[in-house]
């Protein structure tokens, strides 16, 4: 099983970058994917989650309005589109896939929101 971030980066206050995740070894079809991030210091949190079947999503209020994740089941892949950038959104960010008790973790990816 693999999950691989990608599309991380240095960008200024106000911009945006759309992150990716290729995933491999399982059935990424029927697992729910979400995404987390953790900034230095702080507990990893809940970013975005897309659900394997209908695709429904659920957004952290600190980012409703500005990420928007999606999923294409014939790339195995998510993806989480940043918009409105701000410093406070500097973490890495990680994919992660769910079904039942199965959980899988991406390595991350560095995102820094910085002029």
């Known amino acids: 099983v693999q999950l691989v971030e990608s599309g991380g980066g240095l960008v200024p206050p106000g911009g945006s970058l759309r992150l990716s995740c290729a995933a491999s070894?399982?059935?990424?079809?029927?697992?729910?994917m979400s995404w987390y991030r953790q900034a230095p210091g702080k507990e990893r949190e809940l970013v975005a989650v897309?659900?394997?079947?209908?695709?429904?999503?659920v957004y952290a209020d600190s980012v409703k309005g500005r990420f928007t994740i999606s999923r294409d089941n014939a790339k195995n892949a998510v993806y989480l589109q940043m918009t409105s950038l701000k410093p406070e959104d500097t973490a890495v960010y990680y994919c992660?896939?769910?079904?039942?008790?199965?959980?899988?973790w991406g390595q991350g990816t560095q995102v820094t929101v910085s002029s």
């Open positions: 070894g399982f059935t990424f079809s029927t697992y729910s």
């Open positions: 897309i659900t394997s079947v209908a695709g429904s999503t």
């Open positions: 992660r896939a769910d079904r039942s008790q199965n959980r899988y």
